[in-house]
């Protein structure tokens, strides 16, 4: 069943020298603060490391959202929660089974979801649909904010909605990547319950009009 609508802004598409200034402007208008971990290894990109997430918790109170575009993301775990994180995401490309990651993640009190690529079939997720809070579909390819949203993923989305809900689970589906005030509704229409929004929010002339104007596609 499609959860209501949640929007996690993604602090990567943020100017890095007004952070704090940038998500508090946001805060009121959003559910979740997306967080982008990269380790130039996994992907081609070095971005949002834990000393960043520790200094932003304080002066926040939406979940942190960290997806983990690092080739050892159960390493992290302990770390990222002392620092603050509330949620950790982690690749099927680099965890194929993610069963052991999703334990050791709530023995830390984090909820845990998985991430599959553009490339990647809804499929590979099937099998581990019960373990993980959210599954992350991303909408472009990993590494580097500002690209187009990928449009085959809105049959993935169906597929993905029709999964989770034949099997009466809770699982949220999250999008990531490319999504934004022209393309939320068939986003959300196909099943979507979590909206990540980096550019589209951060780079907009207005970034709370631009995350008023997907969260008013809920329902339509």
């Known amino acids: 069943m499609q959860h209501p609508l949640r929007i996690a802004p993604s602090i990567l598409a943020a100017d890095f020298a007004r952070l704090g200034d940038e998500i508090a402007h946001v805060e009121p208008h959003v559910d979740w603060l997306h967080i982008d971990v990269m380790d130039g290894h996994f992907v081609p990109n070095i971005a949002v490391g834990i000393p960043v997430i520790a200094s ?7 979940v942190f959202d960290c997806h983990l575009m690092i080739s050892n993301p159960e390493f992290y775990f302990d770390a990222l929660r002392t620092a603050g994180a509330d949620q950790v995401t982690i690749h099927l490309e680099v965890a194929p089974d993610p069963t052991r990651a999703a334990q050791q993640a709530r023995e830390l009190g984090l909820r845990f979801g998985i991430v599959i690529n553009p490339n990647t079939p809804v499929a590979a997720a099937e099998p581990f649909l019960e373990i993980a809070d959210v599954v992350v579909l991303m909408s472009v390819h990993p590494g580097f904010g500002g690209q187009s949203f990928i449009e085959a993923t809105i049959a993935k989305i169906e597929e993905l909605r029709k999964l989770v809900d034949l099997a009466s689970l809770p699982t949220d589906i999250q999008v990531d990547g ?4 022209a393309n939320a509704a068939a986003v959300v229409r196909a099943g979507a319950d979590v909206l990540v ?10 970034p709370v009009a631009a995350i008023k104007e997907m969260r008013a596609v809920e329902g339509r």
């Open 197 to 206: 929004a980096g550019s589209s929010v951060f780079k907009a002339p207005d």
């Open 178 to 181: 490319g999504v934004g005030p």
């Open 56 to 62: 932003l918790r304080p002066r926040s109170n939406l």
